[in-house]
């Protein structure tokens, strides 16, 4: 899953933005237990990686060659991580999935993301400006 993908998944999941999660499932060796009753505060996503983002920590999901998700489905297959709401439930395939503690701007360089927003906006400035020379 490449980093247009992703964008689109951050706009498929922004209904469950501020939803607590109520159940966790799959296959997965985080600590599943710490995410029930946790509020999601924000969908990010940088480069090949999905963020789900909580007070304190994140999820980090990168997708790998063949990782996939799917919204209110599900498919044949147990999935390595199945986050439960009251309406409705996001699941991930074949992906590799790790808690990252604290701020996230410590970990990661948000401009350096051609797909993030300060990422298109810096590349958008550095166009113009050629254009104008």
Not at 16 to 37: A, C, H, P, T
Not at 54 to 78: A, C, E, T, V, W
Request: proline share 2%.
């Amino acid at each position: 899953m490449e980093g247009p993908s992703l964008v689109i998944l951050k706009e498929e999941t922004k209904a469950f933005k501020g939803k607590q999660v109520l159940n966790v499932e799959g296959n997965s060796k985080i600590d599943q237990q710490r995410l029930i009753n946790q509020k999601v505060l924000d969908f990010k996503s940088w480069g090949k990686h999905f963020l789900v983002c909580f007070k304190g920590f994140s999820l980090r999901i990168h997708f790998l060659m063949f990782g996939s998700y799917r919204i209110n489905q599900k498919k044949d297959s147990i999935p390595r991580l199945s986050l439960q709401f009251e309406k409705g439930e996001i699941n991930f395939y074949s992906c590799a999935i790790k808690i990252i503690e604290g701020d996230l701007d410590a970990t990661y360089n948000w401009s350096a993301d051609v797909m993030s927003e300060s990422g298109i906006q810096k590349k958008r400035a550095k166009l113009l400006s050629k254009k104008q020379s």
